[in-house]
């Protein structure tokens, strides 16, 4: 495996491991500051602060902007938009461990529609990581309970969302600065986030010191804003260029598993023994994918020497 490829994997599961971790502090933000208004001062903090970095150490790279990476990074940003607003309003509706789970069916999206619009087939043991995945992930999500609610319904959509917004960005990184590609993505969000905070809800909470001033809601727009949002869509949009969407999704399916792992420590939510069974299998599918071609080509020519004998 390349050595470029081993650190883009190993940072794609940092910024895993921070989407993950920070389910609960959203779940506990949105109860005082409604959806869209949060994402919109959460991704227009998230800018800013990339702005300030741009301006700051990257000024040269101004010239790079051009109406085409203009267009790219509103594509990016109006699907990552559509995405977290799903999520952030499921996370109303259920809890931040089964939203976490349901998020992750991107995993089986995103292969699907590379190979619908990009023509991009993943190799055989991504497609076999993919199947085992997805099995976890139906433990995860209706292993326990085959109920669905609202909540969940609105975070399958936004699996949607996440796929296409992986696939995406995949097409377009490789083409364009990933500083200026990652500031339009982010802003598009906030704008998006912020019509729509002021079409449908009572954003004027972003004045209230009280609202602002809670622990909760400070905390997850900080924590929120820069790690989660600013460092980590920055590391996404420049790893991403170096492994596929397909093994991106399968590290994404481990962001469910670390939701559950915060919300069993923050939130006392608890998993039943095929929840954690599905955990495995997520992480089983993930190091899979990561297995070279070759080592499937080989277990492949010996299954038919042993059957010729």
């Known amino acids: 495996m390349k050595r470029q490829q081993v650190i883009a994997d190993v940072s794609l599961l940092l910024v895993t491991f921070i989407w993950g971790s920070t389910f609960v502090l959203v779940q506990n933000a949105v109860a005082l500051l409604e959806p869209f208004t949060f994402n919109g001062v959460r991704f227009g903090l998230a800018g800013l602060f990339l702005i300030a970095w741009l301006f700051v150490f990257k000024r040269n790279i101004l010239s790079m902007m051009n109406k085409k990476l203009l267009l790219s990074g509103v594509i990016m940003g109006t699907w990552l938009f559509t995405a977290y607003a799903l999520q952030t309003f499921g996370l109303l509706h259920t809890t931040s461990s089964k939203a976490g789970f349901i998020t992750g069916l991107s995993v089986v999206l995103v292969p699907l529609f590379g190979f ?20 976890g992930l139906y433990l995860l999500t209706l292993g ?17 969302s996440f796929a296409a917004h992986i696939v995406v960005t995949g097409k377009y990184t490789p083409l364009y600065s990933t500083l200026l590609l990652t500031i339009v993505q982010i802003f598009t969000v906030s704008v998006l986030s912020s019509i ?8 004027q909470r972003v004045f209230d010191s009280e609202v602002m001033g809670n622990a909760n809601v400070f ?15 920055l590391a996404q949009t420049n790893f991403q260029k170096f492994t596929t969407p397909t093994r991106v999704a399968l590290i994404f399916a481990m962001e469910p598993v670390f939701a559950a792992i915060t919300g069993f420590f923050w939130a006392n939510e ?19 994918a990561e297995l070279p071609q070759k080592v499937f080509d080989g277990l492949v020519k010996n299954k038919r020497s042993y059957e010729a004998k």
């Open 219 to 233: 905390l997850a727009l900080i924590i929120c804003s820069i790690f989660a949002t600013a460092l980590a869509f």
């Open 116 to 135: 619908l619009f990009l023509k991009e087939t993943p190799k055989r043991f991504a497609v076999f990581g993919v199947g085992v995945a997805t099995i």
């Open 196 to 203: 729509s905070a002021v079409l449908f809800e009572d954003w």
């Open 144 to 160: 326990d309970s085959l109920a669905l609610n609202f909540g969940d319904i609105l975070v399958f959509f936004c699996a949607i």
């Open 270 to 288: 608890r998993l039943g023994s095929k929840a954690l069974l599905g955990c495995l299998l997520i992480f089983i599918g993930m190091i899979l």
